[in-house]
């Protein structure tokens, strides 16, 4: 099982900056693809930014609103996963989710598991 917990929330002006951390507990950590979700009031939830295992080569992917100004990093030997927010705008205001999600192996049966944080707010205003 992997725990979660992010932190780097906050309010910021439109054109700033804010790192999220998410912080993972286990041993697995290393085993999980990891990703970056948010829902803002109103919507559904969506999927920001995702990196693969580093055994995999690390592939990150972005949703294209964010391409350009968000980059997603994950530090297996602290069990951490950051978000780097640059040039930050009013419609990035969300509450902002870690995810992991990770597959262990029975015999010949595979099992993918997941889980998520409790989320960190992002509030970006003038």
């Known amino acids: 099982q992997v725990q979660l917990v992010e932190s780097g929330g906050g309010l910021v002006q439109p054109g700033g900056s804010l790192r999220l951390s998410c912080a993972a507990s286990?041993?697995?950590?290393?085993?999980?693809?990891m990703d970056w979700y948010r829902q803002a009031p109103g919507k559904e939830r969506e999927l920001v930014a995702s990196i693969g295992t580093i055994i995999s080569g690390g592939t990150t992917h972005y949703t294209d609103s964010v391409k350009g100004r968000f980059t997603i990093s994950r530090d297996d030997a602290k069990n951490m996963v950051f978000l780097q927010m640059n040039s930050l705008k009013p419609e990035d205001t969300a509450v902002y989710y870690c995810?992991?999600?990770?597959?262990?192996?029975?015999?010949?049966?595979?099992?993918?598991?997941?889980?998520w944080g409790q989320g960190t707010q992002v509030t970006v205003s003038s």
């Open positions: 995810y992991a999600k990770w597959t262990t192996l029975t015999g010949s049966s595979a099992t993918t598991h997941n889980n």
């Open positions: 286990g041993t697995i950590f290393s085993r999980c693809t």
